[in-house]
């Protein structure tokens, strides 16, 4: 190979040849910086700076509201004097595979609330028993009874996903544990009769309403285009915007995308024909961030929005400047710095999207066993008849396991 | 195939594996039955006895053997495919989402299809043949363009086929539920007691001894019995001996009067309903199907679970599907292993790691699979047998005296 | 049932219907072509790389789409060492100092790339082929190796590297170049991203065929495919040419890692190899399997056609239509568009 030096050069020639243009256009686009030899640190840029702030907290109809305020946020810690031996908390989820980061997210959160509980309350030690899903039903079918049958585990946070949910629900429902979802926002699910099942978050009706109202009433878009993913989340939550846009939205740039896709070209030039106001996206940062950044490139200027899936700090990190005033919603109220900076301590990467519900969570099971409680039915009775402010909104829930009133916040990356 | 033959006089040194094997072979076949039912017993009861160290930890045994129980059963179809007729079909996830497509279909609530007026306690039985047939009939419209690719092509395009499935149950929203998927299929509703108010079956039976899982794993055992019966009856058939002669070239079975075409039509057929009855059951099992249960990767875990196992045994392929099912299960929630603590979560996590190695290493020292299948005699093969094994038998009694006395 | 099957089909012909759009494909030709073009010469790169395998080893190295990912983590590494930090942003190098980096990014793409590709052959395939295994042995080795590697960047590269490389979540990207149009045909923008891809890309392939058609060692590849025996006894050395193959097709595989991250920056993950490799192993089959030319043909065939079918039908099909078009090319010739013909195809 190394001796075949004339075809070599030729495809050198070439290639130089290509990335000559590269090199011309970054000049065009660049101004700055001028091929300085040791500026290869030199050239960051402003990225670090954008972040997802909350712009404000809206109803299902996109009206706004006043934030709840005045009462403070249960604490894990509680009083101190708890007393209580071997309790355990479970958490169900995808903790490998594909979907790992959403699990990983959950289980800190909970863990950190534990942590806070169990150096305050010594005479309490509460362990956290982690179930790996792998967010796949079948696997699921298989973790659900040995949770149930585990007796030390009174409470379950979990399972994570919609569809694993569906396929377990019945076994904790018959065994009577509760379940604590931080992220499953499938409206069915609460239409089962499951009396253990509380969401801990509104689901995607509330959310997915509230975003396509502010989007048509407030920031008064005439044309939006919905684009989502193939997962029951993304569908979900793109079917309620499309729904609650009416007319706005427009069926010919209604692209569909996989989850997994990196690539967007098609997507991009449909949007670009339709030449919308705004483009919505159902589904997760994995595919927003590219989605994003392709739209651009393609020239697309239109506003961006999307929901929870896509509100993590990595969204911004992987999109850059194309995220820069992106809208996002989620039914979670911002993290307090306290929390964040505790949680970047114990796990040493910011928290994520639903870390905050499964710290309330947590921390309203806490509250449970604190009291005493140590049967799993008298877990799911303190908790149905809870009503509390937590971190991120105040949890109440109504007879069928929906919180009683969600409002979603948006958020803009400035 | 294989290289070793056992009648090969020159080759005195009979492995633990031949003399079992060996000895299987000559067994009469009611002999076979009678050791085989205890043994299968046992193979039923492990998930109420939970032996200690086998039992998984972190997750249901139950529910893992029901999973290899499916495993099983496509492996013993994929084997007809890969094994016997030497067709590779990187597609056969396919014919999985069919069968379990038609059960959800036929009978989830949230499918556009169901069909209304079937008692719900047999909803589930009722869709199983519906299933089976179904993908039979799915079998014959890849196999009949198809099949006239040879090798590596048909691997591409079955792969191909097994996306398109996929795919379009994805795609397809307001025919499959799309990516929302079917819930509350069916299952079938047989022993309700106040235990267990919806029966052995449902998820939610968790009471022991008998938790859903097992009751799954039992249900295919059964079928895995019928299966293996009838695919042996078909091996020793005209057809089983087609299938030889394709595999081991195509050109000189064509040659020789072999209808080539039909009886690779066959092998497609009859795998794709064994897949078909697998997903059947998964349906009925998770009571709920989503198109990402069933990618590519899946087909080339069937896969490995046919070539692990022996491609061409049928009981080979058995022990594959149970290492493809139970290996990532083994470490997972363990705190210790033979009294030496062990982080089992920690170690869990690299399980895709380690089952990339295994795979890796064991192709490199027994690329044959754990229990390759031999060269059989399908006619008078037992006759041959035992006069193999006498003669064998007798010449390794010499040899190892020799050899004992050398060492 | 008939009943059934009439609600079934009605439900069926209404979606599809809907779906169909050609006004959406005219309005949209040229651009679609240009993207179409920029993602098939990727595809065509990768697929140079099984074709090549395939044609020396009659194997399909299913493990190529981890090497191809080891080539994104490789340049992406690359770029780190130079000194660049993820910022998710476009660096402003300057000219020269942008082809700079990026030729030394693709360099150390392709070294990595091609490493492991040639590990790969040493420790996988290697003691197979000593022991004379069958096809599907090495077809399930394949399977394992791909686990292996896709592993070991998603659990063991964040601990060996502090967190900075690997993991769940896909690199934040290093952006050298800023996507900018540079000219306009039809409705059609060319940014200067799409010039390099096709032009860098091209330019290998063409090198790579000069080098397996007007080369010693490209000669050596050749009698290896067309007759391994007659070849290793006129004194080629046979497990020479198969290391080279490997590494071929694996710096082949890390160029590709670099273009395509050029394209989507964000698509630096673990798992990010496995569906592009698919699409390539396809593209390689489309134009004959083991035939060069036909890889780059397949390539740049599939790309535009998976383009102008989500035009046509909808977004959700590009699979569909990539396979589709796969299984019907290969209805009406058997052996790919162009036939297999590295050596000469075997009977």
Known sequence: ?414 | MSTETVTAPAAPHLGVGDRIRLWWDTLPRQTQWLVGIPAIVLIALLPVLRPPVLTTVGTDFGGVLAQFGMYALLAIGLNVVVGQAGLLDLGYVGFYAVGAYTVGLITSPDSPWRVHGLDPHWAWLAALPVAVALTAISGLILGSPTLRLRGDYLAIVTLGFGEIVRLLADNLSNITGGGRGLSRIAYPVVGTSSTRPTGVFSAGNTAHPVNSGTAWFWLSLVLIVVVLTLVGNLERSRVGRAWVAIREDEDAAEIMGVPTFKFKLWAFLIGASIGGLSGALYAGQVQFVVPTTFNVINSMLFLCAVVLGGQGNKLGVILGAFIVVYLPNFFIGRTNLFGIPINGNEIANYKYLFFGVALMVLMIFRPQGLFPARQKLLTYGRDVYAAARRAATALTHRTEETVGEAR | MSVLLLAGGHVLAGSMVSAFDIGALGRNFWALTVDGLTYGSIYALVAVGYTLVYGVLRLINFAHSEIFMFGMFGQYATLMLLGFSPSGNAYQQGTLMTIVYLLVAMVGGMAVAGGAAVGLERVAYRPLRRRGAPALVFLITAIGASFVLQEFVHFVLPKLTGGNLGGVNAQQPIRLVQATAQFHFGNATVNNVEIVIVVAALGLAFATDRFINATKFGRGIRAVAQDPVTATLMGVSRERVIMLTFLVGGLLAGAAGLLYTLRVPSGILYSGGFILGIKAFAAAVLGGIGNLRGALLGGLLLGVMELYGQALFGTEWRDVVAFVLLILVLMFRPTGILGESLGRARA
């Open chain 1, 1 to 414: 190979m190394r001796r075949s030096t004339p075809r070599l050069a030729g495809v050198a020639l070439v290639m130089t040849a290509g990335l000559v243009l590269a090199g011309c256009s970054s000049k065009s686009t660049g101004g700055g910086g001028g091929g300085s030899t040791s500026g290869a640190t030199g050239g960051s840029s402003a990225s670090s700076s954008l972040s997802i702030q909350p712009l404000v907290q809206v109803d299902a109809t996109g009206k706004k509201v006043a934030a709840a305020g005045g009462s403070t946020a249960a604490d894990p810690a509680g009083d101190g004097s708890a007393k209580c031996s071997n309790i355990s908390i479970g958490m169900a989820g995808a903790l490998t595979g594909p979907n790992a980061a959403l699990g990983t997210n959950i289980l800190n959160g909970l863990k950190l609330a534990v942590d806070q509980h169990n150096k305050a309350n010594a005479g309490c030690q509460v362990t956290v028993k982690q179930f790996d899903t792998e967010g796949d039903p079948q696997k699921a079918t298989q973790v659900a009874p040995q949770i149930v049958s585990d007796t030390s585990v009174i409470g379950l946070l979990g399972p994570a996903f919609s569809g694993e949910t569906k396929a377990t629900g019945s076994i904790f429902n018959q065994a009577g544990l509760l379940s604590l979802t931080a992220s499953a926002t499938n409206p069915g699910l609460t239409t089962n009769g499951w009396n253990n099942f509380f969401r801990g978050l509104g689901n995607d009706n509330s959310q997915g309403g509230a975003i396509a109202s502010y989007m048509k009433d407030t920031l008064g878009y005439k044309k939006v285009c919905v684009i989502q993913d193939d997962s029951d989340y993304g569908i979900g939550l793109a079917t309620v915007v499309a729904k609650t846009l009416g007319s706005v939205a427009v069926s010919s740039c209604n692209a569909k995308v996989k989850t997994g896709d990196k690539d967007f070209s098609a997507a991009v030039q449909l949007v670009k024909d339709a030449s919308p106001d705004a483009v919505y996206y159902g589904g997760y940062y994995a595919e927003a961030a590219p989605l994003l950044s392709q739209l651009r490139q393609g020239g697309v200027t239109a506003a961006f929005a999307s929901g929870d899936g896509t509100n993590d700090p990595e969204f911004v990190k992987q999109a850059g400047d194309a995220s820069k005033g992106a809208y996002l919603t989620c039914p979670c109220g911002p993290a307090p710095d306290k929390f964040a900076a505790d949680y970047k301590a114990m796990f040493s990467v910011a928290p994520g999207v639903y870390s905050v519900e499964a710290y309330d969570l947590g921390t309203i099971m806490l509250k449970g066993i604190d009291k005493g409680i140590t049967a799993r039915g008298d877990l799911v009775k303190f908790v149905s008849s809870y009503d509390g402010a937590g971190l991120a909104k105040n949890y109440k829930w109504d007879s069928t396991g929906e919180l009683a009133s969600a409002s979603t916040w948006v958020y803009q990356v400035k």
